[in-house]
């Protein structure tokens, strides 16, 4: 095995002036490359995404969503609708209590009217009424 020898040739040096334009030059190439290579990353989608992510969902799913969005809907509107039944059946209870607050106290203290009782068995079926529209919930899937 024979070895050769390798001459080293000296690089020239670079004066002070001329290193700064060499500098400058490198950094203004540096600073054009970044948005290209922004763009470029950009432009790739992420590789950690599980594909199912990223597909649009097919008629089925749609027609799926586009159902739970009108149950949601008419959950929300029956809600509605029996939040506005209990508040005026509660102002009718209201309206009863009074009344029978006042009758009782016109009458004497050992005796009630029928129309007290009647009044008392009405306000007890309406509250009755109120109770049970209150705790009924509508299960939506």
């Given at each position: 095995m024979k070895l050769h020898e390798v001459q080293l040739t000296r690089?020239?040096?670079l004066t002070w002036p001329r290193a700064r334009k060499v500098g400058v030059f490198v950094g203004l190439?540096?600073?054009a490359t970044i948005p290209l290579v922004g763009r470029a990353l950009?432009?790739?989608s992420p590789r950690n995404v599980p594909?199912?992510?990223n597909r649009l969902?097919?008629?089925n799913e749609q027609e799926r969503m586009r159902q739970q969005k009108e149950s949601q809907q008419e959950l929300e509107a029956t809600n509605?609708?029996?939040k506005k039944q209990v508040s005026e059946e509660t102002a009718k209870l209201l309206k009863l209590a009074n009344d029978l607050k006042d009758e009782v106290d016109k009458t004497g203290k050992d005796t009630l009217s029928l129309s007290a009782i009647r009044k008392a068995e009405a306000i007890e079926k309406l509250a009755r009424s109120i109770k049970q529209k209150?705790?009924?919930?509508?299960?939506s899937n």
């Amino acid at each position: 095995m024979k070895l050769h020898e390798v001459q080293l040739t000296r690089l020239p040096r670079l004066t002070w002036p001329r290193a700064r334009k060499v500098g400058v030059f490198v950094g203004l190439v540096a600073v054009a490359t970044i948005p290209l290579v922004g763009r470029a990353l950009l432009q790739n989608s992420p590789r950690n995404v599980p594909e199912f992510l990223n597909r649009l969902p097919d008629t089925n799913e749609q027609e799926r969503m586009r159902q739970q969005k009108e149950s949601q809907q008419e959950l929300e509107a029956t809600n509605a609708l029996r939040k506005k039944q209990v508040s005026e059946e509660t102002a009718k209870l209201l309206k009863l209590a009074n009344d029978l607050k006042d009758e009782v106290d016109k009458t004497g203290k050992d005796t009630l009217s029928l129309s007290a009782i009647r009044k008392a068995e009405a306000i007890e079926k309406l509250a009755r009424s109120i109770k049970q529209k209150m705790t009924v919930t509508a299960i939506s899937n």
